[in-house]
């Protein structure tokens, strides 16, 4: 245990809570600037058994900030070569890679529900897990993981970062949910790829999700869950407040896929031509959002949209934003089965 001695000595760690981190099964989701701080301290800190999720390759232009990879990793799947890297630096550790994307359809299975059937992971039996990391930076994958783990009640440790700021948060378990904090999208999507991102935040960022991780884990008081915490490197600040007295919202917009859309929904594609050639799922129509949104109104003729309140209604656009700031226009005009399909950049 000369490996985790300075841990240990720590009277809020010890030989238990050592034992504790080795038993415990974490789901990191996003391989990225956030999940590789997130991953090496977890590894670091020896926790037994790491679920890797991300479906994306090593690219050049991520080195700046996602520094658990080298150029000798540029074009493999970032989750074989963070299983490589953790491994060598801490062999004890079982780690499993999956290069898969995370959706509504597929999300009970990494969480360990046994009552799936045949076909739980491609890869065997993972077990259930203990702790979700959420570090995609993704709004659908947010929402779409914190919808389940309240549902089960396990704790999710969820951050983001753009240019010099960002958040990071537990959710869920014995505290609200994401949506409880952030019932609303913002107006924009703007990304790190867009926006542009420093890589020593998102570093901060992923160090301050490991602790959070690590501390619920520990069960450690005062617990992580119902607090976020913010940095702002353009000011030089650091705030944190508590949010366990959030309610959830009562009329939640929840992301769906395209396999869990029922035959009768009207799904509508919010995307121009000239963004989307090719509409996200077949059979959908295309209206832009404020066309949609007129059509539907009390002033417009009944049959300008032929969408009917009573059916279920999917809306899709690239990241949700559109999709979700349409949606509620519409539960405003009476429609209240309405989904939001995230489809993400055109291939």
């Known amino acids: 245990m000369s490996r985790y001695a300075r841990q240990m000595a720590l009277p809020e760690v010890g030989t238990a809570g050592q034992a504790r981190l080795a038993r415990a099964h974490v789901l990191v989701v996003g391989v990225g600037g956030l999940g590789a701080p997130v991953l090496q301290y977890l590894a670091g800190a020896g926790v037994g058994q790491l679920t890797l999720l991300d479906p994306d390759r090593v690219e050049e232009s991520n080195l700046h900030r996602q520094v658990l990879f080298t150029m000798a990793d540029i074009g ?11 491994m060598a630096r801490n062999p004890g550790l079982t780690v499993h890679p999956l290069a898969e994307v995370l959706s509504a359809a597929n999300v009970a299975r990494y969480l360990g529900d046994r009552d799936l059937g045949d076909g739980y992971l491609s890869n065997g039996d993972l077990g259930a897990v203990d702790l979700v990391v959420d570090a995609a930076d993704s709004f659908a994958t947010s929402y779409i993981l914190s919808d389940a783990c309240l549902a089960r009640g396990l704790p999710l440790i969820s951050a983001s970062v753009l240019a010099q700021r960002g958040y990071v948060g537990g959710f869920c378990g014995a505290a609200p949910s994401l949506r409880a904090l952030f019932p609303e999208l913002p107006e924009s999507a703007a990304s790190c790829a867009s926006a542009g991102v420093m890589g020593p935040v998102v570093g901060a960022i992923g160090a301050l999700q490991a602790q959070m991780a690590l501390k619920t884990l520990l069960g450690h008081s005062p617990a992580p869950l119902g607090r976020v915490m913010q940095i702002d490197m353009a000011d030089l600040t650091l705030s944190s407040f508590d949010f366990s007295s959030a309610c959830e919202p009562a009329d939640p917009l929840r992301f769906i896929s395209p396999e869990l ?10 995307r121009p031509v000239e963004e989307a050639p090719q509409p996200a799922v077949s059979g959908a129509r295309r209206c832009l959002p404020d066309d949609l949104i007129a059509a539907n109104s009390i002033a417009a003729p009944p049959a300008a949209a032929g969408l009917e309140p009573g059916l279920p209604t999917v809306l899709c656009c690239r990241s949700g934003v559109r999709a979700w700031r349409t949606g509620r226009a519409l539960q405003a005009q009476g429609f209240n ?10 291939v």
């Open 76 to 86: 493999q799947p970032k989750v074989s070569a963070a299983q490589a890297h953790l």
């Open 261 to 270: 859309i029922p035959a009768q929904a009207q799904v509508i594609d919010l």
């Open 337 to 346: 089965q309405i989904e939001i399909l995230a489809v993400g950049d055109p």
